[in-house]
């Protein structure tokens, strides 16, 4: 062999060891999606994780600094799929307002049948913006973000071009996109939950049941009615 040739299997086996530590890291992921979908984000442990994938914990630690990084990048994938789902819903038509109300109605599809999307997503809500950047890599901060503004731009371009023909009023339409969003979060527990409580009479509690298909137009009017906003 000649001396030219030789650095070239330098750069092939680091793209070589680059691609199976990126095959671990999916696989890693998606053990951690399956789990979730199967127990819920709270009974999903490192130990159980592992054990999926054929593996000791100690190198779910070599790929990701903590847990937190890994259930941020599990959240990456469940906010891919919402992504593609918002996108086919707003593809079906051009009126705004019929396209806002598609938007939440495939939000809210997406978040009862995937239950574990909501636990994670707030999680992840719930943690410090300051705390998180001290526990998530910038890279898996990045992807993150990436994903949550896929999500979020395909809401605030509808809400844009509503803006534009008069059939809503909204001074930052990015800034109701992530109220949107955080909001039907919250509203979404109401959906699993699957009750309510009212007062059968003072200091009475009165519980009862509520639909999907409730919380589904619950959260279609209020982003309407809240898009709409008052002519200025």
Same mark, same amino acid.
């Given at each position: 062999?000649?001396?030219?040739?030789?650095?070239? &299997?330098? @750069? $092939?086996?680091?793209?070589? +060891?680059? =691609?199976r530590? *990126? /095959?671990?890291?999916?696989?890693?992921?998606?053990?951690?999606?399956?789990?979730?979908d199967?127990?819920?984000v709270?009974?999903?442990?490192?130990?159980?994780?592992?054990?999926?994938?054929g593996?000791?914990?100690?190198?779910?630690?070599?790929?990701?600094?903590?847990?937190?990084?890994?259930?941020?990048?599990?959240?990456?994938q469940?906010?891919?799929?919402?992504?593609?789902?918002?996108?086919?819903?707003?593809?079906?038509?051009?009126?705004?307002?019929a396209?806002?109300?598609r938007?939440?109605?495939?939000?809210?599809?997406y978040?009862? &049948?995937? @239950? $574990?999307?909501?636990?994670? +997503?707030q =999680?992840?809500? *719930? /943690?410090?913006?300051?705390?998180?950047?001290?526990?998530?890599?910038?890279?898996?901060?990045?992807?993150?973000g990436?994903?949550?503004?896929?999500?979020?731009?395909?809401?605030?371009?509808?809400?844009?071009?509503?803006?534009a023909?008069?059939?809503?009023?909204?001074?930052?339409?990015?800034?109701?996109?992530n109220?949107?969003?955080?909001?039907?979060l919250?509203?979404l527990?109401?959906?699993?939950?699957a009750?309510?409580?009212?007062?059968?009479?003072?200091?009475?509690?009165?519980?009862?049941?509520?639909?999907?298909?409730?919380?589904?137009?619950h959260?279609?009017a209020?982003a309407? +009615?809240v =898009?709409?906003?008052?002519?200025?």
């Amino acid at each position: 062999m000649s001396s030219e040739s030789a650095p070239a &299997a330098v @750069p $092939a086996r680091t793209g070589t +060891a680059a =691609a199976r530590r *990126r /095959r671990r890291e999916t696989e890693i992921i998606s053990a951690t999606r399956r789990l979730f979908d199967e127990r819920g984000v709270r009974d999903a442990q490192i130990e159980d994780i592992a054990r999926s994938v054929g593996i000791n914990r100690a190198i779910i630690y070599r790929h990701f600094t903590g847990k937190e990084e890994l259930f941020s990048l599990t959240l990456v994938q469940y906010l891919d799929e919402l992504r593609v789902a918002l996108e086919q819903a707003a593809s079906t038509t051009d009126e705004p307002r019929a396209q806002l109300e598609r938007l939440v109605g495939a939000f809210v599809d997406y978040g009862l &049948a995937h @239950p $574990a999307f909501v636990d994670c +997503a707030q =999680a992840i809500m *719930r /943690r410090p913006g300051g705390d998180l950047l001290e526990e998530v890599s910038e890279s898996a901060m990045y992807r993150l973000g990436q994903a949550i503004t896929g999500c979020l731009s395909v809401l605030t371009r509808t809400i844009e071009a509503g803006a534009a023909t008069g059939d809503f009023h909204v001074e930052d339409p990015g800034l109701l996109a992530n109220m949107l969003y955080a909001s039907g979060l919250g509203t979404l527990q109401l959906g699993r939950v699957a009750l309510l409580v009212s007062e059968e009479a003072p200091g009475v509690p009165r519980i009862s049941r509520v639909t999907g298909e409730q919380v589904r137009d619950h959260m279609v009017a209020s982003a309407l +009615a809240v =898009a709409a906003g008052a002519p200025r």
